[in-house]
């Protein structure tokens, strides 16, 4: 059965940012996911190791969604499927490489296995649902076997285009059959969903992908070993570095498990890589001329190559043997780090070699890369996705020179429903509920604007910790007053500012024990403690300027059970003496 004219899409992520790509496609009330990326995030969001999208709309709709359907392996694509299977139980479309990955990743994240989840589908396949059939077709991108997908509707296919190029002369698993789009294009295309990120780049994104002339020379030196650090899910160039390496006898290390398991797993088949090819990173230390590729993702990679740099990795180091060539372009949200890792880099004795994104493009559409694809599908609909929205416009422009109506182009934010099954597309009034879910270890959604605001209060203003001890039946303080202070000011114990907060909370306890003896009913410490909390942060605001986190620690005890033991606090920072109570026993604590 063909949909009768509920067609709608929406976005969760992707829109006007770099990357946690996430679209829905609602046909007949089924609806159909479409990527699941993440991005890394700003220096700004401290601690955080990723996000992805809020997932609360498919949650709350779990029953209608089908499937979800995944272009490649990339992170921005595909880098969150693992964490949306904590909650949906659906079957993911994929390549094997994407399917490869995603089981390693959530392997090394210690999460739940979801294997039997991912099902591999290949170039003109087709997949059968109640409301719809969907048509897999491959596209030319940084990963081999790339997808793109076809949605039938009674009004015509939706198609779905992940990262892609327009490149007519590549003949491998990373070629695209034009052939079989146009015999799609035939049947008729309401619209065309398309990544833009690079739209704003003017002329063809080929040949401008290719770092085979930029390695060709290195590659012919004598007696120089070759490091190159890449992004993982950079396969394209993965491709070029074994052949330049294979023309010029060279052996090849691989240092980066997710990159060694694709290599070993034969899902490269393309690159023609023989055992006599490779060797470990250990036999690359002791080799003459060997070539060292480092992978990871974004923040990975450069953390493996600062920590080279810096001579802490136990398996690599830089020599004035070595050339290090970095062959990808910064990633979105992570050129602050890719600068500082050059610098890092240029403090070895290695040569250094830098691609920068002038030298080597993104393997997304530019300009006339969607002109070409706009022509192939003649859609009635363009919707460009994936981009900023200066590139949302450009994007646009290319799509109006190719063919398709003024008014005809949907550009959408994220949280935002299209509706594509009317006369015209139309913005409906409804909003989805998006946004960024922070994951910090293996805690998901735990980091919310409290906690990022206190780890930047604690960044920049530092902490005071205040411990007192009273007596649980007099309220009388048995202890003298511990005050720890840690990235706020440098002070000794006989400092002014030390003095007065022991004064000053000193006299909120005594107080306390007063009103105690008045109407112990009224006695409450959490109340106390919140008192010196407000004092201490005053008295710091006026003296330093800082607001720093103060945190209070009372303990209540019983004095008969408890005797003090008393020494000289060696660090004076902390001021002060300090007490250790030792329950039942008068002797000195164990250490």
Same mark, same amino acid.
């Given at each position: 059965?063909?949909n009768?004219?509920n067609?709608?899409f929406m976005?969760?992520?992707?829109?006007d940012?770099?990357?946690?790509?996430?679209?829905?496609?609602e046909?007949?009330?089924?609806?159909?996911v479409l990527?699941?990326?993440?991005?890394f995030?700003d220096?700004?969001?401290?601690?955080?190791d990723?996000?992805?999208?809020?997932f609360?709309?498919?949650?709350?709709?779990?029953?209608?969604?089908?499937?979800i359907?995944?272009t490649?392996?990339?992170?921005?694509?595909?880098g969150?499927?693992?964490?949306l299977?904590?909650d949906l139980d659906?079957?993911?479309?994929c390549?094997?490489?994407?399917?490869?990955?995603?089981?390693?990743?959530?392997?090394?994240?210690?999460?739940?296995?979801?294997d039997?989840?991912y099902?591999?589908?290949?170039?003109?396949?087709?997949?059968?649902?109640?409301s719809t059939?969907?048509?897999?077709f491959?596209?030319?991108a940084?990963?081999?076997?790339t997808?793109g997908?076809?949605?039938?509707t009674?009004?015509g296919?939706v198609?779905y285009?992940g990262?892609?190029?327009?490149?007519?002369q590549?003949?491998s698993?990373?070629?695209?059959?034009?052939?079989n789009?146009?015999?799609?294009?035939?049947?008729?295309?309401?619209?065309?969903?398309s990544?833009?990120?690079?739209?704003s780049r003017r002329?063809f994104?080929?040949?401008?992908h290719?770092?085979?002339?930029?390695?060709?020379?290195p590659?012919k030196?004598?007696?120089?070993?070759?490091?190159i650090?890449i992004?993982?899910?950079?396969?394209?160039?993965?491709?070029?570095?074994?052949?330049a390496?294979?023309?010029?006898?060279?052996?090849?290390?691989v240092?980066?498990?997710?990159?060694?398991?694709?290599?070993d797993?034969?899902?490269?088949?393309?690159?023609?890589?023989r055992?006599?090819?490779?060797?470990?990173?250990?036999?690359?230390?002791?080799?003459?001329?060997?070539?060292?590729?480092?992978?990871?993702n974004?923040?990975?990679?450069?953390?493996k190559?600062?920590?080279?740099?810096?001579?802490?990795?136990?398996?690599?180091?830089?020599?004035e043997?070595?050339l290090?060539?970095?062959?990808?372009?910064?990633?979105?949200?992570?050129?602050?780090?890719?600068?500082?890792?050059?610098?890092?880099l240029?403090?070895?004795?290695? *040569?250094i070699?830098a691609? @920068? #994104?002038?030298? $080597?493009?993104?393997?997304? &559409?530019?300009?006339?890369?969607? =002109?070409?694809? +706009?022509?192939?599908?003649?859609?009635?609909?363009?919707?460009?996705?994936?981009?900023l929205?200066?590139d949302?416009?450009e994007?646009?422009?290319?799509?109006l020179?190719?063919?398709?109506?003024?008014?005809?182009v949907?550009?959408?934010?994220?949280?935002q429903?299209?509706?594509?099954?009317?006369?015209?597309l139309a913005?409906?009034?409804r909003?989805?509920k998006?946004g960024?879910t922070y994951?910090?270890?293996?805690?998901?959604?735990d980091?919310?604007?409290v906690?990022?605001?206190? *780890?930047?209060?604690?960044? @920049? #203003?530092?902490? $005071?910790?205040?411990?007192? &001890?009273?007596d649980?039946?007099? =309220?009388?303080? +048995?202890?003298?007053?511990d005050?720890q202070?840690r990235?706020?000011?440098?002070?000794?114990?006989?400092?002014?500012i030390?003095?007065?907060?022991?004064?000053?909370?000193a006299d909120i306890?005594?107080?306390?024990?007063?009103?105690?003896r008045?109407?112990?009913?009224?006695y409450?410490?959490?109340?106390?403690?919140?008192?010196?909390?407000?004092k201490?942060?005053?008295?710091?605001?006026?003296?330093?300027?800082?607001q720093?986190?103060v945190?209070?620690?009372?303990?209540?005890?019983?004095?008969k059970?408890?005797?003090?033991?008393?020494?000289?606090?060696?660090?004076?920072?902390t001021?002060?003496?300090?007490?250790w109570?030792?329950?039942?026993?008068?002797?000195?604590p164990?250490?």
């Open positions: 059965m063909e009768m004219g067609i709608k976005a969760l992520g992707g829109q940012e770099r990357g946690k790509n996430l679209y829905v496609l046909i007949d009330d089924e609806l159909f990527d699941a990326g993440l991005k995030p220096k700004g969001i401290l601690g955080v990723m996000v992805i999208p809020n609360d709309y498919l949650k709350d709709n779990r029953q209608r969604v089908k499937a359907f995944l490649n392996a990339s992170a921005y694509n595909s969150a499927t693992n964490y299977l904590k659906v079957p993911v479309y390549n094997p490489i994407t399917a490869q990955v995603l089981k390693i990743k959530a392997q090394r994240a210690r999460m739940r296995n979801r039997s989840n099902h591999v589908v290949h170039d003109k396949e087709i997949i059968n649902f109640t059939k969907v048509e897999v491959r596209l030319t940084s990963s081999p076997q997808l997908f076809a949605f039938s009674k009004q296919a198609i285009l990262d892609y190029i327009i490149d007519g590549e003949q698993s990373f070629s695209t059959d034009f052939a789009l146009a015999k799609i294009s035939e049947r008729g295309v309401l619209a065309l969903i990544d833009t990120a690079s739209a002329g994104t080929a040949p401008n290719k770092i085979e002339s930029y390695i060709a020379t590659f030196e004598k007696h120089k070993r070759i490091i650090g992004f993982e899910e950079d396969l394209f160039k993965v491709g070029e570095i074994i052949r390496a294979q023309e010029n006898n060279r052996k090849i290390a240092y980066g498990r997710t990159m060694s398991s694709l290599l797993s034969n899902l490269l088949a393309d690159f023609n890589v055992k006599e090819d490779l060797m470990s990173p250990e036999e690359y230390k002791t080799s003459e001329n060997g070539v060292l590729i480092i992978s990871g974004a923040e990975v990679l450069y953390s190559l600062n920590k080279i740099a810096n001579n802490n990795d136990e398996v690599v180091d830089f020599t043997n070595d290090v060539i970095l062959a990808t372009p910064p990633a979105p949200g992570v050129e602050k780090r890719h600068a500082q890792i050059l610098d890092e240029a403090r070895t004795e290695a *040569r070699m691609l @920068s #994104d002038r030298n $080597i493009w993104a393997m997304n &559409s530019s300009y006339e890369d969607l =002109k070409v694809m +706009v022509s192939i599908f003649k859609p009635k609909y363009f919707i460009p996705i994936k981009a929205y200066k949302f416009l994007a646009e422009s290319a799509a020179s190719a063919g398709v109506k003024p008014g005809n949907g550009i959408i934010d994220n949280g429903v299209l509706n594509l099954a009317g006369r015209q913005v409906t009034d909003t989805i998006n960024d994951v910090d270890g293996l805690g998901i959604g980091i919310g604007n906690v990022l605001n206190e *780890r930047k209060q604690l960044a @920049s #203003d530092g902490v $005071i910790i205040v411990g007192v &001890s009273i649980s039946r007099s =309220k009388a303080l +048995v202890s003298s007053i005050i202070m990235g706020v000011i440098y002070i000794k114990e006989e400092n002014t030390f003095k007065t907060l022991q004064k000053q909370i306890m005594t107080k306390g024990q007063s009103d105690y008045t109407n112990p009913s009224s409450d410490l959490n109340e106390i403690k919140k008192e010196i909390i407000t201490v942060r005053s008295v710091i605001k006026q003296e330093s300027g800082k720093p986190m945190l209070a620690i009372a303990n209540e005890i019983n004095e059970d408890f005797t003090p033991f008393v020494r000289p606090s060696k660090n004076l920072k001021g002060g003496n300090r007490y109570l030792n329950k039942t026993t008068n002797s000195k164990k250490k």
